[in-house]
């Protein structure tokens, strides 16, 4: 009498199962949690663009970009962080700054964003 099968058994076991669904969870997590981070270095970006667009001179960009990111609900950077190089058509914007996000208990994600105006127009020129 054979009771057992020649076929291999596939699937899950118990302790895969928890370990896919927890690493799942992680991902998620991070995932709700830095979205919002990474939506408000897209408005600071954007933000950056408009304040250089009608400014000619550094302080008048920083008064903008301060107009502005009070609008959008920016708080992580204001218009003192900016290092801004040139003037008049010629200028260029960076920021950099950091934002941390607690996670669980002490745990907790700290993300570095840079950028500049430079970097923003040249993805945005068109194809030739």
Known sequence: MKLRSDTNQQGFSLIGML????????IGLLAVRGGS????????????????AVSKTPAEVRVMFDKL?????????EGRDLRIDGVGNNMEVHFSYQKKIPLIGPTSLLIDYQGSS?????????AR
């Open 19 to 26: 370990l896919s669904l927890s690493m799942l969870g992680l």
């Open 37 to 52: 981070s990474v939506v408000e270095y897209w408005a600071v970006s954007k933000t950056i663009s408009a304040a250089k």
């Open 69 to 77: 990111a009070a609008a959008g609900y920016i708080d992580s950077i």
């Open 118 to 126: 430079a970097s923003g127009a040249a993805t945005n020129k068109p």
